[in-house]
């Protein structure tokens, strides 16, 4: 297993995964070669058999469908790469099914809640500048949280308002972001250079977002700062960085912005991920007829 497990893991490098997707996929495997051993089995005396005594193991440690289903797809990919790299003669997961999972819409803000999030640090230090700019280009451009701390300078075209994002699997893509984020960003970048935290990497790159002391934030650095954000409102309404990208989604589509052009700023490879967003947009629109038709409701 250990020597399989390796050359997977090597083999997803190769196809430049981020290091969450990685350890997401080695921790599923881990789980899965714990079993293995505790049944004395070996990867060439797999069955489908086997995968649903694993799975049935699964939901008698009261695992969620969905974390289920995440390990199911984990081995499918496992073995496929065992098949296709001549290690395996089938794949045992092709023959399972995956558990049906509730249809879940995502959680947004409304358009008066992100206004008060993203305007919520208010004051002149360098941090507060930061965590200004941070929440107001989430909210923009619906960056997600991993591609935000991966930005540097030389991703940003301030004049045009453009940032440019490595997203899933390196792919590039373009997105724009409006005047206020612009201001918080100029505002910060200016104020970073003028404390001499605008120091290159060993890579060469400087990034865009640093903590006090010059290094990158990283992806919890930010997750703590919504964190705080949140406890700071008077609703107290929970939410996440994702949230924030919902939100970006979900307000250009109840604009009247097309499907399609939401996918591309969203770096989804497929216009079904982004068809959820249809389903919040009805449920809004249904909530105000309710709200207005005279004959809505009795």
Known sequence: MEEHLAAFLEALRNRAVSEHTLSSYESDLRDFEQFLRSRQATIDSIDYLFLRD????????????????????CLRTFFKFLVHDGRLKSNPAELISSPRLPKKLPSYLGEEEAAAVVEMPQGSSLKD??????????YASGLRVRELV???????????HLVRVFGKGKKQRIVPFGEYAARALATYLSERDRVGLAQAEDSGHIPVFVSLRGRRLNARDVQR???TTRTRLPSGRRFTTHTLRHTF???????GADLRAIQELLGHSSLATTQKYTHVSLEHLRAEYDKAHPKAKK
Request: a positive charge; hydrophobic letters at 45%.
């Open 54 to 73: 694993f799975l049935n193991r699964l939901y008698q440690r009261k695992l969620q469908k969905t974390s289920v289903a995440r390990k199911l797809a």
């Open 129 to 138: 500048l930061r965590d200004r700019a941070i929440l107001e280009l989430l």
């Open 150 to 160: 991966g930005l540097n300078d030389e991703n940003l075209d301030m004049p045009e």
């Open 225 to 227: 700062l919504v964190e």
């Open 249 to 255: 989604a979900t307000h250009l589509l109840e604009r």
